[in-house]
């Protein structure tokens, strides 16, 4: 038994501006797909349209089959700037989403206490957002998203706020936290390495309007692209890949100078 | 250039230093001693004769009147008045400022008819009202307190939905993502968010009611300070009209410092 998320000839249109246009892709569960390209490529609509903050123009998004039983929100996003809510603490940023379900205060409580402690922010439940640094207050973004026990994690640029140390402490959390349970999920990047490191998948947008220019599966599994062995295939993963965002950024970067 | 002698060869610093100023500090004992030499200096022109009492009557003949006025009781009847005059004033321009800013801030059918009617009405003198008003509602409390309102609506409602306008976007979007009902996102995340900017309006709406209170008084009635002013004036009893001006800028400085603990509390996430 399990789910698939399903993503089929979506298109978007802003007024005039053609954003996506007949995106298909299926997700399996416990799958993450890294979603990169160029900017301006709609990699931020295709996850709005998912997540339904965006309608598309035409186009469908389903889960098909049967989703985990005490879901509260199937598609559940991870925002680039955290979107913590400044005057809440870490437990009440944390619990927000769970305050218009009905749920007993008891378990209310115990999915906050279950979520911190999964992201290492216990004994931090009582601070307040500006007492955190950049990547703690991402793992309290990361801690509200996983108090609902989405279906699909949807992470727009989750890292790119963040310093690279950071960024790599983050990565090998989000690693953890995959490796400890089944994590269906879209990634989105503008950066080839992280794609590279924590996607099961990577998809490449062409520039606007969005189009599949190509998916990629990484050839070695998420648990040993750390070994030495292992780097030869990444790497050559890596300068395929970026052989077309290159391609494909040097056309947009032109179409845009002319306007 | 520094010049700088080490070890008996004379080395030029490769920069002056350029990174000073455009730092001011309040020092606090600069700010008292301004005060105070600025009260003495006034005592002395008085003492000295260089000013007639009768325009600019000496810090202690204000002391004077103020303690006389206090012991009479004339003082608590004038306050008491204006006291409850601002206070009702306020609250209902600011409750109503808030609910229509909210409004305005939410929903587009409020804010196509409530941003260009905010924008021909807030800059009319509402004191230019008051005549309309006591026309209206006859000649008691009723007007001064509606000119107050007015007064105090406009500035609120707009602090009110520029704040909700301020909220970040990500929020929102943040609060839909989790499919968060539409009344949570209004008092979760838009009402706290909006917050600074509306306290910002009441602080700006307040030094507008001991304005509007001290005219509106000053035309039609005989208990308040407004009123006291303009009687101590048509006397010449400037000593009187001195100490009342001390008594609103008092009632001023109290309103604000009350705002400050207020924003202090309510502000501390910041």
Redesign the interface.
């Known amino acids: 038994m399990g789910f698939e998320l399903a993503i089929a000839n979506v298109s978007h249109s802003y007024a005039k501006m053609r954003a996506l246009e007949d995106v298909s892709v299926t997700l399996n569960e416990g799958e993450i797909l890294a979603v990169i390209g160029p900017s301006g490529c709609g990699k931020s609509t295709l996850l709005g349209v998912v ?3 965006i309608a598309p123009s035409s186009g469908s998004v389903s889960l098909l089959g049967e989703t985990p039983p005490d879901t509260l ?1 199937p ?3 991870i ?1 680039q ?1 955290f ?1 913590l ?4 603490s870490v437990a009440g940023n944390v619990g ?2 769970l ?2 379900h009905r749920l007993g205060v008891g378990e209310r409580k115990a999915r906050v206490a279950d979520a911190l402690a999964r992201t290492g922010l216990s004994e931090f439940a009582d601070a ?1 957002p ?1 007492q955190l640094s950049g990547g703690m207050r991402q793992r309290v973004g990361i801690a509200r998203a996983l108090v ?1 026990k989405p279906a699909v994690f ?1 992470m727009d640029e989750p890292l790119s706020a963040l310093d690279a140390q950071t960024r790599e402490l983050l990565m090998d959390d989000f690693e953890d936290i995959w490796r400890r349970e089944k994590t269906t999920g879209i990634y989105v990047t503008h950066n080839l390495d992280e794609a590279i490191r924590m996607a099961d998948r990577v998809m490449v947008l062409r520039r606007r309007p969005g189009r599949v220019r190509e998916i990629v599966a990484v050839p070695v599994p998420r648990g040993e692209r750390r070994k030495p062995a292992a780097q030869g295939a990444l790497r050559a993963l890596h300068e395929e890949l970026w052989a077309n965002i290159r391609e494909e950024a040097k056309l947009a970067d032109r179409e845009v100078a002319r306007g | 250039m520094v010049d700088m002698s080490v070890g008996g060869t004379r080395r030029r610093a490769l920069v002056s230093f350029r990174g000073g100023g455009f730092a001011p500090v309040s020092i606090t004992w600069i700010s008292v001693l301004f005060f105070v030499l600025l009260i003495g200096f006034w005592q002395m022109a008085s003492s000295l004769g260089w000013v007639s009492g009768l325009f600019l009557p000496s810090p202690l003949r204000i002391v004077d009147a103020l303690q006389r006025l206090a012991l009479s009781g004339e003082l608590t009847q004038h306050v008491t008045a204006s006291l409850a005059r601002i206070g009702a004033g306020w609250a209902v321009g600011a409750v109503l400022g808030v609910v229509f800013g909210g409004l305005i801030g939410l929903f587009s059918i409020w804010r196509s008819v409530g941003v260009p009617f905010i924008a021909a009405m807030f800059p009319i003198p509402k004191i230019a009202l008051l005549p309309l008003f006591i026309l209206w509602l006859g000649i008691g409390e009723a007007p001064k307190i509606v000119t107050i309102a007015l007064g105090v609506f406009y500035p609120i409602a707009i602090g009110t939905y520029a704040g909700v306008d301020n909220v970040a976007r990500t929020l929102i979007r943040m609060g839909q993502s989790f499919n968060m009902p539409f009344h949570h996102i209004a008092f979760k995340i838009v009402a706290p968010g909006a917050l600074p900017s509306v306290l910002a309006a009441v602080r700006i709406s307040t030094s507008i009611a001991l304005i509007l209170m001290v005219s509106a008084e000053m035309i039609g009635a005989d208990k308040g300070l407004g009123a006291f002013l303009l009687t101590a004036g048509n006397l010449m009893q400037t000593d009187n009209l001195m100490a009342g001006i001390v008594v609103v800028a008092a009632i001023g400085l109290c309103i604000s410092g009350l705002l400050t603990l207020v924003e202090r509390s309510m502000l501390s996430w910041r």
Do not use: I, M, Q, S
């Open positions: 997540g339904g903050l929100n598609y559940t996003f925002f700037d979107a809510l400044p005057w809440r927000l989403p305050e218009h307040l500006k609902v949807l």
